[in-house]
Structure formats: C-alpha cells, structure tokens
C-alpha cells in the first residue's frame, strides 16, 4: 500500500500551510516564538491603544513588544501588560513605562529610564506605567477652554460685524483717501520747495557770510571802544543829574524855594494876574498913563 496517497499530500500541503501562516502572522505582529526575551509586567490603569504586538522603544529603539495583556475584571484599574524585553536591555530601577501616540494614531510604548544603569530590575519585576500627554492629549485638554472661550468670540465677532456695517466707518475711509491725496499733495509742495531751498542756498550762504563779515567788524569796533573812559562820562552825567535832583529836593535854591514854597507860587501867580490886568488896561485906556501936548503940560 503506497503511503503518500494525494490525500496525505493535501493534508501535509494544508499543515504546511497552516505553520507557515501561523510564524508569518507572528512575524508581522513582531512576535517571534523562538526568541529569548526577558519578560517584563508593566501595572496600567488605561490602556487604551495597546494591544498585543504594540512596540517597545527605549530613546528612540526599539527594544521590545507587548506580549500579552491581562485585565483584572475584579480590579478595572488594575491591567498588566507583559512585555517583551531583549535580553541585553537592561532595565535600571525607577524605570516607567508610558503609552504614547503620533499624529497619525498609531500606539507604542515609550521606556522612561531610571537614573541609575548600575541598580537594574530583575526579569518579570513589575513597572510603572502611565499615559504620555502628547498633542492630541493636550489639544483635548484645551477643548473645555475653548469652549468658554466661543461665546466671547461670538460677542467679538458680532461686534466687528455691527463696526464694518457702520456708514460712518465707510465715510471715514473716504475721509482718509482725502487726507491721503492732502498729504501727497503736501510731499509734492515740500519737495518743490526743497529743491527752491537748494537753488538759493548758495545766495544765502554768500548773504551769511557778509552779515558775518559784518558781525565781526563791529565786534571789533565794540571792542576798540574805551569803555573805562565811556563809563567814567557817565558816572560824571549822573553825578550831575543827581546834584542837580537834590537841588530841585532842596528849599535853598531858587528852583528849590518855587517847588516848596507855596506863597511864594501865589506871589508870583498874583504878580502875574496884577500885570496882566495892567497890560489890558492900558490897552484899554492908553491915555491914562502916556500924555502928549504940543503947547505943554495942561492942568486937569
């Protein structure tokens, strides 16, 4: 009796199949079951993301992958993850273990060294794990935020809207196309007569320079001047002006006596008053006081 029938083909064929699916499933998980790595429990409260297969990095390597995971339905706070380690990782103590993702979502376990390489853990101790704020865990963190923050962009942007339909900001913006053209119209008018400027500066100089010349002529003059002598003229001017004060002050000149002595202003006022009243009559009566006889003196 033949023993390898088509039968026993199709079933070693179908076997075949079946390993080779199995390694190559693994494979693709990076999984591999004829590795030797250290086995690692890692205690999580969350694990959202993880499951079997997930990588292991340390700085950027990866060093590891999740191979199991283990809920404890009597302690939901309580899941442990087994990982992989490779056996020349060593892990020092303190070391965490934290669940981070990329833009993309895509899960990984992150080894947080502890400080210390010389102190390592022990094969299947336990690690602390926790969950990595990444971007998106922050952005989610700023929703509540912005959320209080949407109302008062509404009351802004309501107020913005109620602003550009006012008419008066419309006839403001032709106000400042005005100003505009003014001012334009100005820097043209400067620059004309800045370069006016530029024309006449040379004859302005050349006038500059003879009131200069000017200037400097009768510094000197100012400064041949005998001052000494000058200032010693008018010590004398006002040394007399200052006699001739206390003279008018004082009662013993005559100018003196007519400003201080009020009998003798009425004297001379009457005298006046008695010769003009003379002068009148005399004009009056010229013959009471000048005779004239051919033939002599006639006896009233």
């Known amino acids: 009796m033949k023993f390898f029938t088509n039968e026993v083909k199709i079933a070693l064929v179908a076997v075949v199949g079946?390993?080779?699916?199995?390694?190559?499933?693994?494979?693709?998980?990076?999984?591999?079951?004829?590795?030797?790595n250290s086995s690692y429990l890692a205690k999580f409260s969350d694990v959202s993301g993880v499951s079997v297969s997930s990588p292991v990095y340390a700085n950027g390597i990866k060093v590891g992958v999740v191979e199991g995971i283990d809920y404890d339905y009597s302690n939901p706070d309580h899941i442990v993850a087994v990982l992989g380690i490779d056996p020349k990782m060593k892990l020092p103590r303190q070391t965490r273990v934290e669940i981070t993702s990329d833009m993309l979502g895509n899960v990984k376990l992150e080894l947080r060294l502890g400080p210390d390489m010389s102190d390592v853990m022990a094969v299947n101790d336990t690690l602390e794990g926790g969950m990595?704020?990444?971007?998106?865990?922050?952005?989610?963190?700023?929703?509540?935020?912005?959320?209080?923050?949407?109302?008062?962009?509404d009351s802004i942007l309501a107020s913005v809207n109620a602003l550009l339909a006012d008419p008066a900001l419309s006839h403001s913006l032709h106000n400042i196309d005005d100003i505009t053209a003014n001012l334009t119209t100005t820097t043209n008018e400067l620059h004309r007569l800045s370069a006016s400027l530029n024309r006449q500066m040379p004859q302005m100089l050349?006038?500059?320079?003879?009131?200069?010349?000017?200037?400097?002529?009768l510094t000197k003059q100012l400064s041949e001047v005998d001052v000494a002598s000058t200032m010693s003229k008018v010590d004398a001017t006002l040394a007399n002006v200052q006699q001739m004060t206390s003279a008018l002050n004082s009662k013993e000149g005559t100018l003196g006596m007519?400003?201080?002595?009020?009998?003798?202003?009425?004297?001379l006022s009457n005298t006046m008053y008695d010769a003009d009243?003379?002068?009148?009559d005399f004009k009056a009566h010229p013959k009471r006081y000048v005779h004239f006889s051919v033939f002599g003196k006639k006896d009233n």
């Open 18 to 36: 079946i390993v080779v699916l199995f390694f190559g499933m693994n494979y693709l998980k990076g999984l591999s079951l004829f590795s030797s």
């Open 132 to 153: 990595q704020q990444g971007l998106m865990s922050k952005a989610g963190a700023m929703v509540p935020q912005i959320e209080q923050m949407l109302p008062k962009l």
């Open 206 to 217: 050349t006038k500059a320079d003879g009131v200069l010349a000017n200037t400097e002529s």
């Open 258 to 267: 007519l400003m201080h002595d009020a009998s003798l202003y009425n004297n």
């Open 277 to 280: 009243q003379l002068l009148i």
